[in-house]
């Protein structure tokens, strides 16, 4: 592959590799590293590469790879692995009302951040990167059913937490 | 007229459904309070998380990355195995790693092999037609969620069918919906619930 496609393909694809290590690493300077070294990867293998339709697919388990090695090194180093969690921030004062903006996007921070990494990125992959379900089952190598099924209860858990906390008023 | 199920009614939102199916879901709506409400829900809670995801990609801009091949110039780019290596190589050592194996399951163990008794459950949801290994490390959200759910509300039990996995495990994936419809109606004929 030339260098003008091989630049090509990792622009198209950079800020969405990036979007996906922010979200899994929970950290802009950890995403940032794992990023370029992802591209790094990418570029030292692209001769064992041939199939450019597959480039996605090819690139995403690189990056998730890199990831879950990043995550467990990070675990091992300060025991604290990004495991699933309930969250649940304090009520506000006045449940009925609609919160501020931002109250609202913090608690969403802390959801997306307690879904498990096995939802996360199903769900970083399907919003953020808006890929189809079919590819993101292609990247996982998993049953679309599953993929689906990972989606839903990420945002099942999502609703659930706006309810309970009630961050957003739903008609009676 | 039995509600729908809540993951059936996401699927529909999300234009997941064959075009019959998001047919027959619009109809119910018209008729169920229930299910509206439900849908203006999820509506909600799908638009909040957009615009947060569109504000979060907004304020975490890639880091500057142009004409990154640059800057890896003086790295070395790994070069290609030989044809053989990479198309045969991997084939041949688990040929043989399978032989040898083979031979020592034949010497060493007893005669009669006992056989795994796997839990599956093929639940069908309409918008699903999914086998699910509750031995498979990779499902134990829907073990723990959906599976419990699913015990719990009797609404949802005909949903699950004890079915014949090894024959839909090679053909579920390549399914269209009218296909997967096809094979649904199959399985409730012959099912042993």
């Not at chain 1, 990070?74 to 931002?102: G, I, Y």
């Not at chain 1, 992959?125 to 189809?132: A, V």
């Not at chain 2, 194996?101 to 056989?115: D, E, G, Y």
Request: aromatic share 12%.
């Amino acid at each position: 592959m030339d260098s003008i496609r091989l630049n090509q393909l990792i622009e198209e694809n950079y800020q969405k590799i990036f979007l996906l290590a922010l979200k899994m690493l929970k950290n802009y300077e950890d995403a940032e590293d794992a990023t370029q070294e992802i591209f790094l990867k990418v570029y030292e293998n692209i001769n064992s590469f041939r199939q450019e339709a597959k480039f996605t697919t090819w690139i995403y388990r690189i990056a998730l790879n890199h990831i879950y090695y990043m995550n467990n090194k990070k675990s091992k180093e300060f025991n604290q692995f990004p495991e699933a969690h309930e969250v649940r921030t304090e009520m506000n004062a006045n449940p009925s009302s609609v919160l501020q903006e931002k109250e609202l996007f913090e608690s969403l921070e802390k959801v997306i951040d307690s879904l498990s990494p096995r939802q996360k990125e199903v769900f970083v992959m399907r919003y953020y990167d808006q890929l189809p379900f079919k590819k993101i089952a292609q990247i996982l190598k998993k049953k679309l059913g599953t993929v689906k099924s990972n989606y839903f209860f990420a945002m099942q858990k999502i609703k659930i937490n706006l309810q309970d906390q009630n961050l957003i008023e739903f008609r009676e | 007229m039995k509600c729908i199920n809540k993951k059936i009614l996401f699927d529909y939102l999300n234009n997941e459904l064959s075009a019959r199916k998001q047919k027959q879901i619009a109809a119910h709506l018209l008729e169920c309070e229930h299910c509206r409400k439900q849908l203006a829900e999820w509506e909600k809670v799908l638009n909040i998380t957009q615009q947060f995801v569109d504000r979060d990609v907004k304020i975490h801009p890639a880091p500057p990355h142009a004409h990154i091949t640059q800057r890896f110039e003086n790295i070395p780019q790994k070069t290609e195995r030989y044809f053989w290596v990479r198309y045969w190589a991997k084939p041949a050592l688990a040929t043989a790693a399978v032989l040898f194996a083979s031979l020592i399951i034949f010497f060493l163990s007893p005669k009669s092999v006992p056989s795994i008794d796997r839990n599956y459950y093929v639940i069908d949801n309409i918008a699903y037609t999914e086998a699910i290994d509750l031995n498979d490390v990779y499902l134990d959200d829907l073990e723990n969620i959906y599976l419990q759910e699913i015990y719990a509300n009797e609404e949802l039990t005909d949903d699950i069918l004890y079915g014949d996995w090894q024959y839909y495990e090679e053909v579920l994936d390549n399914l269209d919906q009218d296909e997967l419809e096809e094979l649904t109606k199959k399985m409730y004929d012959n099912s042993v619930t």
